[in-house]
């Protein structure tokens, strides 16, 4: 049960919100009326729809919308009139993580999904997220299941007294499109290797976190991990400005990220804090103007290696 539960923590740092999405939603236009949404509403016993025009997200309209106007006695106006047009969505790219941190904050039963041009592409619930979950980690137990060579026993088969496999990953600064891939591709490395699970998944989550202030804060910057037999290291180097006050950046919550950054679900101000929870060692240095070298180290356990 507890494996199965931080394989299913994991996987939420790794998939993007279009993974555990329903692309088959039902809609309505602006110019169709209350007449036809109670029709849609009733048919497909849903209790709300997003309103789309040439395919563009342009409002929503609920069950709660529909009693208002009977109660008005407005049932054949417009959908235009009465829908809801300032709408909080997901980006079919956005990490899963941070659209679960919106389902918190929010406490909304589900979120519509568009593309960077605002198309519906989805729709995600609560459920769908617990059905994604669930899907991936059958997929995960079959791979698991099959793979019988483990690329872990390369440091055994290198006739020398120290080797050292090193990863280099570049990150681009503000495209969240791309943001996490990093975190997922070494992570997937390290299951080749055959990294324990548990190990896999903190270097994973501070991985990821280092990644987003790298694109949050920075025009870009990159991620190496060294890999040794006793020990990985992941060292994220940027040329930004700087962090002022590293004592103040460590606190809980704190965050300067600007407001569109934090209506992306970003800059939350745990990024320092979970890196440092997840890691045996943490270094960070930063000089203003000149960038930030943050470097976390994981010990392992070659007698406890996934084999």
């Known amino acids: 049960m507890k494996e199965g539960f931080l394989k299913a923590q994991e996987l939420v740092y790794e998939l993007k919100v279009r993974d555990v999405m329903v692309e088959d ?25 997003p309103v789309v025009e040439k395919g563009k997200m342009v409002g929503v309209v609920s069950i709660e919308d529909l009693i208002n106007c009977l109660i008005a006695g407005q049932i054949h106006a417009l959908i235009e009139e009465k829908m809801q047009r300032d709408v909080r969505t997901l980006l079919e790219d956005e990490p899963l993580t941070q659209a679960m941190s919106k389902f918190n904050k929010y406490n909304f039963g589900r979120f519509p999904v568009i593309d960077r041009e605002n198309n ?36 055994h088969e290198v006739i020398t007294e ?78 930004g400005p700087g962090i002022p006050d590293i004592e103040k950046a460590m606190q809980p919550g704190f965050s300067t990220a600007p407001e569109w950054v934090r209506e992306l679900g970003f800059g939350a101000g745990m990024g320092l804090v979970n890196i440092k929870k997840c890691s045996d060692k943490m270094v960070l240095r930063s000089r203003v103007g000149k960038g930030t070298n943050l470097r976390f180290i994981f010990g392992i356990n070659e007698d406890k290696r996934d084999s």
């Open 25 to 49: 939603v039902f809609t309505i236009g602006p110019k169709e009326t209350m007449t036809d949404l109670r029709r849609l509403l009733k048919e497909k016993e849903i209790s709300g729809v």
């Open 120 to 155: 519906l592409v989805g729709i995600v619930t609560k459920g769908t997220i617990v059905s994604g979950l669930l899907k991936r980690l059958d997929i995960k137990y079959q791979e698991e299941e099959l793979r019988r060579f483990r690329a872990s026993h390369i440091f």
């Open 162 to 239: 120290q080797a050292t496999l090193v990863l280099e990953y570049n990150i681009i600064g503000q495209d969240f499109n791309k943001a996490g891939e990093a975190g997922s591709k070494l992570k997937r490395e390290l299951e080749h290797l055959g990294i324990l699970p548990e190990t896999r998944r903190r270097i994973g989550i501070a991985t990821y976190e280092a990644e987003m202030n790298i694109v949050v804060y920075t025009h870009g910057g990159r991620i190496t991990a060294s890999i040794k037999p006793h020990q990985i290291e992941v060292q994220a180097k940027d040329t």
